[in-house]
């Protein structure tokens, strides 16, 4: 599984397929910064300083668009949109998906994970 999920030029969301390879055998692979740069500092920096520093990066919509990514491609983890503030929906979907890169990261060798 990699973290990845819009297409820089257009940024549209990318549909997943309902296999994770294509006809040569090659996983499907979704891009995404936010996701990305979670994956790859969740082992280097704390919890906490991580989140206050995509909460201040990224935009709502790109956090959106990493919870809908997530949400496709993690099916079997419910992955609701948080009510609340707009800084409140932030934190809640931001600490959800720093867990669920945790979570891989601790599930998976770093090479799968990496693009």
């Given at each position: 599984m990699a973290a990845a999920l819009t297409?820089?030029?257009?940024?549209?969301?990318?549909?997943?397929?309902?296999?994770?390879?294509?006809?040569?055998?090659?996983?499907?692979?979704?891009?995404?910064?936010?996701?990305?740069?979670?994956?790859?500092?969740?082992?280097?920096?704390?919890?906490?300083?991580?989140?206050?520093?995509?909460?201040?990066?990224?935009?709502?919509?790109?956090i959106e668009e990493a919870r809908l990514l997530m949400s496709k491609v993690v099916p079997y983890k419910r992955f609701g949109k948080p009510k609340g503030s707009k800084k409140d929906i932030a934190n809640r979907t931001l600490s959800a998906l720093l867990k669920i890169c945790l979570a891989l990261m601790q599930s998976y060798p770093p090479s799968v994970l990496l693009i």
């Amino acid at each position: 599984m990699a973290a990845a999920l819009t297409d820089s030029a257009d940024m549209s969301v990318s549909e997943p397929t309902a296999c994770d390879a294509d006809s040569m055998g090659a996983p499907t692979v979704f891009t995404n910064e936010l996701l990305c740069f979670m994956q790859q500092k969740c082992s280097l920096l704390a919890f906490d300083d991580l989140l206050k520093l995509c909460m201040d990066f990224y935009t709502d919509d790109e956090i959106e668009e990493a919870r809908l990514l997530m949400s496709k491609v993690v099916p079997y983890k419910r992955f609701g949109k948080p009510k609340g503030s707009k800084k409140d929906i932030a934190n809640r979907t931001l600490s959800a998906l720093l867990k669920i890169c945790l979570a891989l990261m601790q599930s998976y060798p770093p090479s799968v994970l990496l693009i």
